[in-house]
């Protein structure tokens, strides 16, 4: 027994819109998944972006608690300058001002630069947060129209799982036989179209006779690809 191109296209036709609908259904939830994982990963890098913000603050308030302590030093060690008894004691005092005074004036620059990291980091932190707001609007947008759609696609799915399940029903059971174990294995590519002398699936040429056996409804197999051919 054979199977009429007509009914072989329509095997076909099923099986690819099941296909369709089947990669639409699992992309809906990886499309969740995949903003959900954007969102976990733009928190770790606010998390970072707060925690170095933390860091330079920190930085920059010891570098002025030393500031402070230095300043302090200098004002005492003047004190003690006009306490001198002697000159090398004088002399010996000035030096330690001096030297004071250049690690305050080290210890000015140092907090400057740690005023603008702060203010750097400030930024990130704010970029960081915006990245968030943004990430999860797309993920709450992304998760509404998945919902939207999910229903229609389980229906159009049963629908066609039912269409097919009757189609199969009349199937000579030679062809059924070769076909059910290819669709079991290859889904949709179980089967492909001629197209001019090549198959559709892998488009290596058909021989004369191999054409001639698909026009007369034999059940033909790429030698190719292994895909049920027809022609319509």
Request: net charge negative; glycine share 6%; charged share 30%.
């Amino acid at each position: 027994m054979s199977i009429s191109a007509a009914g072989m296209q329509d095997l076909h036709r099923i099986h690819q819109q099941l296909t369709d609908l089947r990669e639409r259904l699992a992309a809906g939830p990886k499309q969740i998944t995949n903003r959900q994982i954007n969102v976990t990963r733009l928190e770790a890098e606010l998390a970072k972006a707060k925690d170095e913000h933390k860091a330079a603050r920190v930085s920059a308030d010891q570098k002025q608690l030393l500031l402070k302590a230095g300043e302090q030093k200098i004002r005492d060690r003047r004190t003690q300058l006009n306490q001198c008894n002697t000159n090398r004691e004088y002399q010996t005092m000035v030096e330690q001002i001096a030297g004071d005074e250049m690690t305050n004036s080290v210890l000015e620059d140092e907090i400057l630069e740690a005023l603008d990291k702060i203010e750097r980091a400030q930024q990130g932190v704010a970029l960081a947060e915006g990245n968030i707001v943004k990430a999860k609007a797309e993920l709450v947008k992304a998760t509404e129209a998945v919902r939207a759609t999910e229903d229609s696609l389980k229906t159009d799915v049963h629908r066609l799982e039912g269409e097919l399940a009757e189609r199969e029903k009349t199937l000579p059971a030679d062809f059924l036989e070769v076909y059910a174990r290819l669709v079991k294995a290859r889904g949709e590519d179980a089967l492909a179209k001629v197209d001019g002398d090549c198959c559709g699936g892998c488009y290596q040429q058909l021989t004369p006779n191999v054409i001639n056996q698909i026009l007369m409804e034999r059940i033909i197999v790429c030698a190719g690809c292994g895909r049920l051919l027809y022609k319509a």
